[in-house]
């Protein structure tokens, strides 16, 4: 008895927790969502990221070219294979799965001018829901992944 109680007490003692990801603070959110370009052309810059969303498979829904505002959704099937099959068998209708992942974005472009220099700036802010096989909602996140963020400006065709 006293051998399996100090096999366990070694393999819990030596299994180490995944690290947490820091939380990032508004400020650091901000910067990462947040481009300057070195042109004064607004329009110009925020039909590059139109395009740029409808490149990567996002539905633009609303969109005021007057205030540089417009906002996206690309939604994703994520039913695990054979979800609806297995659940047929179930004696309740309180089976619920994740079914869709919808990808929210919102972009504001802006004129700037200022000591630091003058441009446009574009800050975007994506997040994530996950719908489940009844319609509601399981969760909503902020993507906070700086290389997110990087890849959806570095391919913004600004000339």
Known sequence: MYYIFALLLIFTACSTPKPEEPVKTQEEIRQMQ?????????????????????DDNYIVRNAALDLGFLTATKEKDIQPQNADFWAKFQKTDAIKWPKCEV????????EVDSEVGSGTRVR??????????????MSVKQITDEKFYQDFFNNIGVK
Request: cysteine-free; aromatic content about 4%; hydrophobic content about 35%.
């Open 34 to 54: 947040s481009r300057q370009f070195d042109t004064k052309n607004s329009k110009q810059v925020l039909k590059s990221v139109l395009q740029k969303l409808q």
């Open 103 to 110: 990808i929210e974005a919102t972009v504001n472009v802006s």
């Open 124 to 137: 975007t802010n994506f997040q994530t829901k996950i719908i489940d096989n009844t319609g509601a909602v």
